[in-house]
């Protein structure tokens, strides 16, 4: 007989809750025998509630509507489009990130309006009124600031997910979710977009009317815009925020990285590659630094809190391992490139975030070997995930906003 989980974490709010994200199945099996076996327990009766309630259909208890997510696509969409009366490069290049992810903060405003709306609503405010402050000149100062201004953004889309519950480890492995099941569901979204673009055109072009400008420039704008609107909603709204695409195809890709990985770890051995005089084999490292975190972290935001997975486990550990045994020589590279030629706003950026995501990375694999030694929690090991975080979102703000006053907007 299956041990009754419930029953084991039943004063352990934290276990619970990993239970339900992860065991729905089982979890609602349980709650039936557990509350039978202990009727008096609150605990127990808050989380009947709380399933009487997902059981009501999404579009009764939530406050977004098919309309709501037309009208905010069609608005941003319009934002967008303005481009067309001011200088595009500026524009395009400032506002639009500015634009599709504010569309998003608004959308989660009607979907959980009881969360509180000024620091959002405040944040946004200063992120725009920083592009707008930004003299309109080609540096690498200002060219870091853009790059990194997404991710003050996603920060501030993050508290209008979380609204009240910011510091809960729950609520921040749920935004986590969030953005990886809509990165998937955009991403498909534009893949039957591309498709009715390539037959829309083709037909029109048999009876010879030639639209194709025209198509692209409205109605290619606006889908691309809307994509991760209606990507949002059907995770949000459709699928009940169920979804677990992201973690499903990070644990497929874990060991092919794996391989791919320890294979390249040989050949730069084999070749003598050397990251000191090379520019491209540094940006790809970070590329490589971030494609593993996003992996394992979706890995391990799938995990339940009483999940028997040695061998995903292991690969997802040695997987870690490699990967930060090749950033240990590429950031030797890049230390020796500040010595020999000096400090510079792309320098600074790439060294960070190198350092930010190495002390990430070993942060994991530390919990993740303990983990597997049964010293550390289920719990522990997501909670490195989400307490790390802020300071992600810390970096972000001193890149946008100190790093061009530290370097005089050069």
Not at 94 to 115: D, K, N, Q
Not at 196 to 213: C, K, N, R, Y
Request: hydrophobic share 50%.
């Amino acid at each position: 007989m299956q041990t009754n989980e419930i029953i084991q974490a039943i004063n352990n709010p934290q276990t619970l809750e990993n239970l339900y994200q992860t065991k729905q199945t089982e979890f609602l099996t349980w709650l039936v025998e557990a509350t039978e076996k202990y009727p008096e327990s609150e605990t127990l009766r808050v989380w009947n509630a709380r399933i009487a309630f997902s059981n009501i259909p999404a579009s009764d208890k939530s406050g977004i509507q098919p309309f709501h997510v037309f009208l905010i696509s069609i608005i941003a969409g319009t934002l967008v489009r303005l481009h067309t009366f001011i200088d595009t490069g500026w524009y395009q290049s400032r506002f639009v990130p500015v634009i599709v992810i504010g569309a998003l903060m608004t959308y989660f405003s009607f979907s959980e309006s009881r969360h509180s709306k000024i620091i959002p609503l405040s944040g946004m405010l200063i992120c725009v009124t920083v592009l707008l402050l930004l003299p309109d000149v080609t540096s690498a100062s200002i060219t870091m600031s853009l790059i990194h201004m997404p991710l003050v953004l996603l920060s501030l889309l993050a508290l209008t997910f979380m609204g009240n519950e910011w510091k809960s480890d729950s609520s921040r492995i749920l935004f986590v979710r969030y953005l990886g099941e809509t990165l998937i569901y955009t991403a498909i979204i534009l893949l039957g977009g591309i498709v009715l673009t390539f037959l829309t055109l083709a037909l029109f072009s048999l009876i010879h009317i030639d639209m194709i400008d025209w198509y692209l420039n409205n109605v290619v704008v606006f889908g691309l815009v809307a994509s991760p609107i209606v990507a949002t909603y059907l995770y949000d709204v459709a699928l009940g925020r169920e979804s677990r695409l992201a973690t499903i195809i990070a644990n497929i890709f874990s060991p092919l990285f794996l391989v791919t990985v320890c294979v390249y770890l040989l050949a730069i051995i084999a070749q003598g590659k050397s990251p000191y005089a090379d520019r491209d084999f540094l940006i790809t490292i970070n590329g490589l630094l971030l494609v593993v975190l996003a992996i394992t972290i979706y890995s391990l935001s799938g995990k339940g809190s009483m999940s028997n997975r040695p061998l995903m486990d292991t690969i997802n550990i040695c997987l870690v391992a490699v990967t930060l045994v090749i950033n240990v020589y590429a950031l030797s590279a890049i230390l020796f490139r500040l010595a020999e030629y000096g400090i510079s706003p792309n320098r600074v950026s790439v060294t960070g975030a190198n350092i930010l995501i190495f002390g990430h990375l070993i942060l994991i694999l530390k919990n993740y070997i303990e983990h597997i030694r049964h010293r550390c929690s289920s719990e522990r090991l997501l909670n490195t995930v989400t307490k790390y975080l802020p300071f992600y979102t810390g970096w972000s703000v001193l890149m946008v906003i100190g790093l061009p006053l530290a370097f005089g907007f050069k």
